[in-house]
């Protein structure tokens, strides 16, 4: 049971954290690896308004989310835009941004580790297993924000040009529908979606300056399982990947520290069989 | 003899003189002042703490006129040397390399892993290195094999073999607390260490002594020791039933340990050794969840010799943070100072001489290294009457109070409390 409940919350963070990427790549073309750098500085702009300037978390919180996800939306703007056309530079460079930022935090805050303030305090017991209730409140956000997502996706005028965009641009662009500002909204969303896991995460985890390393190697992990692009293979690789960590810690204690690595092997071991991931195409086709 | 013989006798006589004149002088100028390098992860609250002790420490010592080298004084300086080495061992042995003639002596080090690779470095270059920071017994081991090569190294923290002995010795008043307050007859432990290579001897000798001492181990968990989430471990520990969570954590995942433990409330001691946690802002990094946790450093607010509470207080009073473990630096410095005054030189072949006869109260304990021969030559001699660290248990924002030594060997320093079980613990486990 405890498997099953940690497995569950894990995965759900990881999911919507993959997705936000996944909508990235899908709609703009870009592995913006800087993608959880924007993580990193919602938990430390969410410390920034509420520990040290002491503004509440009602104005703080939202704060962070805006200001985090408009460094990231600029980002991408004034930086990987011009260049998304060529992807291993836009991987180098967005790279290069994520380190940028943290060595900025660094050179601010140095290596010291920060915690900010739960939504909720306390756990609860499900079935014998202790979960924080910061951990349901994420779990009902990443839910909130992954239905959000799928009905947006299939219902709105723009989530259907987004998912046009991610199937063939050429065509989007022969149909009226600007590409450019289709991936700017899917950027947006993207980045909105890791910022906002971030201050509902943050709580429960340590914010330190390297916090973006371990996201951004389970979401690579995730997205390439799932099959790159595909948002319904996102969700289930993330599942898988929670899965497998929580798996590990409990029935492999001694190797707890592998557990990443273990959930890597799991997705090597997935790509073996079937190389364009779970739910990968190789031919262009409907992707949601 | 003819005058010209004379002439080049003279002229050769007075080259000499002049060279051996110029040489001396050469000499003279060449010890204007004795510098220090302080090497270790500067960015990180280790890092920081080691530069802070080795600083008070030059700066009393300058303030009293410096270090005593035949009639004058000369000025101690520090140099230092920041090795990210919690990062890269690489990038710490080229840090090592590009200072190792900028300073005549270096101490710090943090992580043990490159505290070794730093040392091949040092001893190459004859430099004495005092460790204030990696603990591994391999580092004194190799001054036992290899005396000549290594001679240059001590240490003046106790090695990871006698930190896991007073974890043990901790362990077993802990044990019989939770015997005595919660009528538990054969307490069980989980270990909980990050996976590096210091906290290895430990995790192996819980596993072999607990039972001998009527504890049930349930299990060893080693996550990274970045890891920013251990929800999963405690989890694991408290569906294994563990009464005690021995922990041996130099990493981030302390402060994510301490943290998620008071959190989630986990019906069990967490006690052992957490380096993030003897430090003023594990409080606020756990959000205070920390409290009731237990870990061993080097120093506590406590009489352990008339040196430690001035020390404390003005090391508070200064850097409004507690001294950690790696502050031992302060005594490593004054040793240096001391052996190199007593040496009258700063030759190191001298100064290892009379560094091995130091016996030294310093602030974290009295200071005396065992001897060439023994298998951990050059390390901090262990026990009652020398060096024997602390436990300290956090109880509020900005107190922590020494738990161990209380009443072993009939050491107990003044100013130490009781070990106080955490109350949620008592109130979840006395129910049933």
Redesign the interface.
């Known amino acids: 049971m405890?498997v099953l409940i940690?497995g569950i919350v894990?995965g759900t963070v990881y999911a919507v954290l993959a997705l936000g990427f996944s909508l990235i790549w899908g709609a703009a073309r870009i592995i913006n690896l800087a993608y959880t750098s924007f993580y990193m500085l919602a938990a430390y702009f969410f410390y920034i308004f509420t520990s040290l300037l002491g503004i509440p978390m009602v104005v703080g919180v939202p704060l962070s989310v805006f200001v985090a996800a408009l460094l990231g939306v600029s980002t991408y703007k004034f930086c990987l835009e011009r260049i998304r056309a060529h992807d291993t530079v836009v991987m180098l460079i967005s790279v290069l941004i994520a380190f940028f930022f943290e060595e900025i935090v660094?050179a601010v805050f140095?290596?010291?580790?920060?915690?900010?303030?739960?939504f909720v305090e306390?756990?609860r017991e499900l079935f014998?297993?202790?979960v924080?209730k910061?951990?349901f409140l994420a779990f009902g956000f990443s839910v909130a924000l992954l239905v959000g997502l799928w009905i947006f996706l299939s219902r709105f005028r723009i989530g259907i040009a987004i998912r046009a965009t991610s199937q063939d641009k050429e065509v989007v662009n022969l149909m009226g529908i600007s590409e450019k500002k289709v991936s700017l909204i899917a950027i947006i969303l993207g980045i909105g979606f890791v910022t906002v896991s971030s201050v509902v995460v943050s709580?429960?985890?340590?914010v330190?300056p390297?916090?973006w390393m371990?996201p951004i190697i389970m979401i690579l992990a995730i997205v390439v399982l799932g099959g790159l692009g595909s948002l319904k293979g996102s969700v289930i690789a993330a599942y898988i990947l929670g899965f497998s960590?929580?798996i590990v810690?409990?029935w492999l204690?001694?190797?707890?520290?592998i557990?990443?690595a273990i959930a890597l092997l799991v997705m090597v071991i997935v790509l073996l069989v079937k190389p364009e991931g779970m739910f990968g195409v190789v031919f262009e086709e409907e992707r949601l | 003899m003819t005058t010209r013989g004379w002439i080049c006798r003279i002229g050769v006589c007075l080259l000499a003189v002049g060279l051996s004149w110029n040489m001396a002088e050469a000499k003279t100028q060449a010890v204007k002042s004795v510098r220090v390098g302080v090497i270790g992860p500067m960015k990180s609250t280790d890092g920081e703490n080691m530069w802070r002790g080795a600083l008070m420490a030059q700066e009393e010592i300058n303030k009293a006129g410096g270090v005593k080298q035949g009639t004058a004084k000369i000025k101690l300086e520090l140099v230092k040397v920041d090795t990210n080495e919690e990062v890269s061992v690489s990038d710490a042995v080229l840090a090592v390399e590009r200072n190792v003639n900028k300073a005549d002596f270096f101490v710090g080090s943090k992580r043990s892993e490159s505290a070794l690779a730093m040392q091949d470095v040092l001893m190459k270059n004859k430099k004495i290195f005092i460790s204030s920071g990696g603990v591994h017994p391999e580092l004194c081991a190799r001054v036992g094999k290899d005396y000549d090569r290594f001679k240059y190294f001590f240490r003046v923290i106790l090695n990871s073999a006698y930190m896991g002995k007073i974890m043990f010795l901790h362990l077993g008043d802990v044990a019989k607390i939770v015997k005595e307050e919660l009528g538990i007859e054969k307490p069980k432990v989980a270990i909980l260490a990050d996976k590096l290579q210091w906290a290895d001897p430990i995790v192996a000798a819980v596993e072999k002594n607990a039972p001998n001492m009527g504890l049930e181990v349930v299990g060893a968990w080693r996550p990274s020791a970045n890891a920013s989430d251990v929800t999963a471990e405690l989890a694991a520990i408290k569906e294994a039933g563990a009464h005690i969570i021995f922990q041996a954590v130099s990493g981030p995942v302390g402060i994510a340990l301490g943290k998620q433990w008071g959190q989630l409330e986990i019906p069990a001691a967490l006690i052992g050794g957490n380096s993030y946690g003897v430090v003023k802002t594990f409080y606020d990094a756990t959000g205070g969840y920390g409290t009731y946790m237990t870990t061993q450093t080097s120093v506590g607010p406590v009489k352990i010799t008339n040196k430690t509470i001035p020390f404390w207080d003005s090391f508070v009073k200064r850097f409004n943070d507690f001294p950690g473990y790696t502050s031992s630096s302060y005594d490593a410095v004054y040793i240096l100072k001391e052996a190199v005054e007593r040496a009258g030189t700063l030759d190191s072949d001298k100064v290892v001489e009379e560094m091995e006869k130091t016996d030294y109260a310093g602030a974290f304990g009295r200071i005396v290294f065992y001897p060439k021969g023994h298998e951990w030559a050059h390390d901090v001699k262990f026990g009652s009457g020398f060096n024997t660290w602390v436990i300290v248990q956090w109880k509020a924002k900005d107190k922590v109070s020494v738990v161990w030594p209380y009443g072993w060997e009939g050491v107990t320093y003044e100013g130490s409390e009781k070990y106080q079980l955490p109350p949620w613990m008592v109130k979840q486990l006395k129910k049933k």
Not at chain 1, 110 to 118: A, D, K, R, T
């Open positions: 405890q940690s894990i660094l140095g290596q010291q580790l920060f915690s900010v303030p739960p306390g756990y014998g297993v202790r924080l910061q951990y709580p429960i985890y340590v330190e390297s916090m371990h960590e929580v810690v409990n204690p001694m190797g707890a520290f557990k990443s």
